[in-house]
């Protein structure tokens, strides 16, 4: 069975600052999709980064970047130059080639402070 | 990405009462829908999956005949929640997956409050 694993419950940092949010998983399959969704007070879940297992290259959209380490079973995302929006819940989701269920981890609850 | 839609927003209904919430899609075709519930400060919690045509897959724990999913075509499903109790209180979201290139999008989610 697949798991997804959040060990920061909340997290909290100052604007502008960098912070890392982590997420490490566990499966036997080869051919996986592994994303960040963010879900802000509204409770819409919105797709921040999504990595193809097959890829060696970390996925990078604007100021969020993860660290996948295959190896490791590990998907950490980082958030560059941080803002009072990026406020909100984070989640890590596992998908496989193939499947079509999600894989959530329990989530980061992100504060930025200005 | 695409338009998704739930309806009601949010609800609040009395003790026993029945409770239909949709999950429609203006401009995608699901093959696979999710339906979803989150707890406070929880991560969201897979209830069932449908295909449209066919009856759903619910997780273990699930009762079916509380919660009856209806995925009446590639647009449109339906979580109706029968008999509810305060327990049943929670927060549904509906996951979409299907597309050309299997793409997946959420619906805004239901806020339920039952009293």
């Not at chain 1, 604007?15 to 051919?31: F, G, H, K, P, Q």
């Not at chain 1, 993860?66 to 998908?95: E, P, R």
């Not at chain 2, 338009?3 to 919430?21: D, E, L, M, Y």
């Not at chain 2, 400060?41 to 066919?54: D, P, R, V």
Request: hydrophobic content about 35%; charged content about 15%; proline content about 3%.
């Amino acid at each position: 069975a697949q798991t997804v694993t959040q060990s920061q419950p909340e997290m909290s940092v100052q604007e502008a600052e960098t912070v890392t949010l982590s997420c490490t998983y566990d499966t036997s399959e080869n051919n996986y999709y592994l994303f960040w969704y963010k879900q802000p007070p509204s409770r819409q879940m919105i797709l921040v980064i999504r990595q193809e297992a097959y890829k060696q290259q970390n996925a990078t959209e604007n100021r969020f970047s993860v660290n996948f380490q295959k190896a490791a079973k590990s998907f950490s995302l980082k958030i560059s130059d941080s803002q009072l929006g990026d406020t909100a819940m984070y989640f890590c989701a596992f998908t496989f080639q193939g499947a079509q269920k999600l894989v959530f981890g329990q989530g980061t609850r992100l504060t930025i402070n200005p | 990405g695409a338009v998704v839609s739930q309806h009601p927003s949010r609800v609040i209904c009395k003790s026993g009462t029945s409770v239909k919430i949709e999950c429609r899609s203006l401009d995608f075709q699901a093959t696979t829908m999710f339906w979803y519930r989150q707890f406070p400060k929880q991560s969201l919690m897979l209830m069932a999956t449908s295909n449209e045509g066919s009856k759903a897959t619910y997780e273990q724990g699930v009762e079916k005949d509380k919660f009856l999913i209806n995925h009446a075509s590639l647009t449109l499903s339906t979580l109706t929640v029968t008999s509810a109790h305060p327990e049943d209180s929670s927060f549904y979201i509906c996951r979409l997956w299907g597309g050309n290139y299997n793409e997946q999008f959420f619906g805004p989610g239901t806020r339920l409050t039952v009293l």
